[in-house]
Each structure stands twice: as C-alpha cells, then as structure tokens.
C-alpha cells in the first residue's frame, strides 16, 4: 500500500466526513472500520423488511456546511419529518416541548404549585458555585421539576447519579433552556430564538442514517478512497513524536500501513492503550479513569400498528427500566414494511460487561415486552419477533474530574503533529452528528494547511443544532 495514504480509525460521520473531504481534494485515504457496516453508532440495520437504528438520530444543524454535505449526498432520499417527543411520567404522557395545559392536568393544581414555588425559590437563591448536573437543571427549573423530569432519566442513561454528572453535560445538550423559556415557546413568545431542543422538524433519511453514511462510502470509493470493514486496530506506533505504523486485524490476518497522518475517530482511551510504545503511567492511568456508557436497544416487531405520533418517548417512570422508546414509522414510512405491523424500539443503557449489557437476548425481549405491557401499549401476544443490537462505548460520562483526566491525554498526544483525534469517542465530547462531521472536515482541512482546529467545534458549550 503507498505511504501516501492518510490513515482514518473509525467509519462513523467523523471518519467518512474526513474521508470525504480527502477525496474531493484528491488526497489518498484508507478507512478501518471495526463493524461490517459503515456508520458507527449512526448505523441502520435491516431485519426482515423494518429499518433500526441504533438510538435516534435527527438531522439538523445551524452549520449550513453540514446540511449541504447530508442534502447533496442523499438529495430525494432526504426528508423532512415533523418531531413529536413526549415523556412519560406517573402513567400519563407529557409533551415535550412543554405546553402549559398538558403539564398542569397531569402534574395537578398542587404538584404544578409545588413547581412554581420551587422554580422562584431556586431564582432567588441559586446553587453556587455550579458544579452539578443536579445543580445546573435546579437552577434553571426548580428542585421539584428537576426531580419529576429529569433526575430518573439521566441517572437511567449515565448510570451515576446527577451529583456526580458534571455540569459541562447540561451546557453542552440544554444549553440557554429554562423552565421561564420554555413557557414562552409554550405561549407561542420568542420563538424566533427556539433552542434545538424545541425545533419541531428535521431532515431524516428515508431508510434511517445508515443511509446516508453508506451513500457517502460509495462516493468516497469512488473518487479513490478505500474502506476496510471488520478490521480492529491493534497497535499504533510512534517513533520521534511522529506517528509512524497503524497494524490491524481482520478476516484476511493483519495489516500493518505506514501511517504518514492519522486522523482517529476510536475511543481516545482505546488509542492512548494502544499506542507503542506505551504511554507514560499518567497518560494510562488518565485513561482508564474516563467512561463511556453502552446501549441495547431491544427491537420488538408487532402484528398490529401503535396507534402513536412520537418520534420517541422519554421513559422518566422508575418501574420501566428503558430509557427511551423509538417508534422508527414515525421518523420515515419507509422503516417499516407498510403490512399493517409495527414496530418499537427500547433503549437500555448500561455499561460494557454489566448484568444488562450480559443477559441473554431472549431475556432482554422479555424485559421490553414487560416494560411495552407496563406503558399500556401492547400485550405479550402482539408480539411476534425481536432483535436485539448492542452498541458499546456509546456515550462519554462526564462524571466529576473528566475534564482533568481529558487534559492530561490531550497534553500527551499533542506531541504528535500527524495525529488527529475527531468524533464523539475521538474527543471524548459529547458530539451530535453534526459537530463529528465537522471535527473530520476540519482534520482533513488542518492537513491541508488551514490553521483550523477540530477541537474548536462544540467547545465553550456551543451547540450546532441551536438557531441564532
């Protein structure tokens, strides 16, 4: 293989976005993807005529370079879907974004009281200094609130409780969103500044995101790019302070490439353990204090349809034990068979090697027909197939001192000039779609000569899909 080939870890938006701009550029690149599908955690996959993602995924952004980059490569194939998310509490439905008159009849006159004092309370005597997730939402919605939306939610997904997720979390996912706000947009005042939280439609591949990242796979081969899939990154060496081999395994034994730029889009704590020579103790040990949380989604198939709108619903009931529930006709027609059946999809969220992450599948389609009966949307019976899929390393935890641990790596790693650490598991950031296909598009543009930095995007809290 020719030296002039720039080394891409990963085939997920990061890595095919940095592929992608190579390509167009003419610039010799060769992706290792560890799945046999492109996409990471943005995959689709097809089983027996229904379409399931990996989570939802919508498709926006205030950067319109992204947005052109999705609507060129899928062009009719890209459409505009009306969001619909509600949360499920105490057995009702709540919608979300909040509308004043379905929050107050099922909170009732006295819980809804208990929100508005505790709201003016937190006004006037804030927590300081904010170090929380528990602290920045109290602040901005009151205790009470906190405690009825948000706490039972977040401590399902992280796994830790809201005392020991860091408040960089709720700057970067509900930045400038307050309960005051919210009512505004409720009341229909000052929606010229809705935050990507309340945007009420989104661009959504007609086959899920799996889609889009394979159409953008041909076009990379096309314009000379290759993409390895099933190949897992071993070692990656360094001699000098330059990055010098990248050896992989797959089907067809090892592979080792001399590797003239890496851009790496894997987990930024596999990379530092993987580096030969090995890290100093420190940069280890920094390593192996940061987390990531993984996923199962355990998808359900249905003889009858659901007769719901959501997108998703977000399960704050303690007694489901999912997090979130996806309803995939509802984000495209097309993810379904169109035969009159349907389909669910629960999310778990859990941590590689735990008790969830190790149940047999059939158990886990067990628990979710349970927790389908618990919302009162479907019996046992009505259920005729399931798949399980897990996704690990899913998410980075920004539990308490993850900033510091971060620092420590980047100090290191910035030794290397022909190293670029992109994407949500790169960074350890956590990115939406777009800001990981912009982490790979400034990579390729940074080794092109422009004085842009990858780490630039999503910092100070910025969040793209905001509107300004």
Not at 435 to 462: F, K, Q
Request: aromatic content about 12%.
């Amino acid at each position: 293989m020719p030296t002039s080939k720039v080394i891409i870890i990963g085939g997920g938006p990061a890595g095919l976005a940095a592929a992608h701009e190579l390509s167009e550029r003419e610039i010799s690149n060769v992706i290792l993807e560890q799945d046999r599908q492109v996409g990471g955690l943005s995959k689709t996959v097809p089983y027996h005529g229904f379409y399931f993602d990996i989570g939802g995924h919508r498709f926006f952004s205030k950067n319109q370079e992204v947005q052109s980059l999705w609507s060129n490569t899928l062009k009719t194939d890209f459409l505009i879907r009306p969001r619909q998310s509600r949360i499920y509490y105490r057995g009702k439905f709540f919608h979300y974004p909040l509308q004043v008159g379905n929050a107050l009849a099922g909170l009732g006159l006295y819980n809804s009281l208990r929100v508005l004092f505790s709201y003016f309370k937190a006004r006037l005597f804030p927590i300081t200094p904010e170090l929380s997730f528990a602290d920045w939402v109290s602040n901005r919605f009151g205790r009470v609130l906190f405690s009825i939306f948000f706490q039972t939610y977040t401590e399902k997904v992280w796994g830790i409780t809201c005392n020991q997720l860091s408040a960089d979390w709720a700057t970067q996912r509900i930045r400038n969103l307050s309960l005051s706000r919210a009512v505004l947009n409720a009341l229909g005042v000052g929606r010229d500044r809705k935050v990507a939280s309340l945007i009420d439609k989104f661009h959504y591949p007609r086959l899920g995101p799996g889609q889009m990242y394979e159409a953008m796979a041909d076009k990379i081969k096309k314009k000379g790019g290759e993409i390895y899939q099933g190949q897992r990154v071993m070692e990656i060496q360094h001699l000098q302070g330059r990055i010098t081999q990248v050896s992989s395994w797959g089907a067809g034994g090892p592979l080792f490439l001399p590797a003239p730029h890496v851009f790496s889009s894997m987990p930024i704590t596999e990379l530092v353990q993987k580096m030969r020579p090995v890290a100093p103790d420190a940069v280890i040990r920094a390593a192996q204090s940061l987390g990531y949380r993984s996923i199962i989604t355990v998808n359900l198939l249905l003889h009858k349809p659901l007769p719901l709108s959501d997108n998703w619903i977000y399960l704050h009931a303690p007694e489901v034990r999912a997090g979130r529930l996806q309803l995939y006709q509802n984000w495209s027609p097309y993810m379904v068979p169109g035969d009159g059946s349907s389909s669910v999809s629960f999310e778990y969220f859990c941590f590689e090697d735990d008790e969830l992450w190790n149940m047999a599948d059939s158990n886990l389609i067990n628990l979710a027909q349970a927790d389908l009966k618990l919302l009162g949307l479907g019996e046992g019976s009505e259920v005729y197939d399931g798949l399980v899929l897990r996704y690990a390393k899913a998410y980075p935890v920004y539990a308490d001192g993850h900033d510091g641990h971060l620092r420590v790596i980047r100090g290191w790693l910035a030794q290397f000039p022909n190293l670029s650490c992109i994407g949500r598991y790169g960074q350890f950031r956590y990115n939406n779609m777009d800001h990981s296909i912009l982490t790979g598009i400034l990579a390729a543009r940074r080794l092109m000569g422009n004085d842009v930095d990858p780490w630039s995007v999503n910092a100070e809290g910025e969040y793209l899909e905001e509107r300004s």
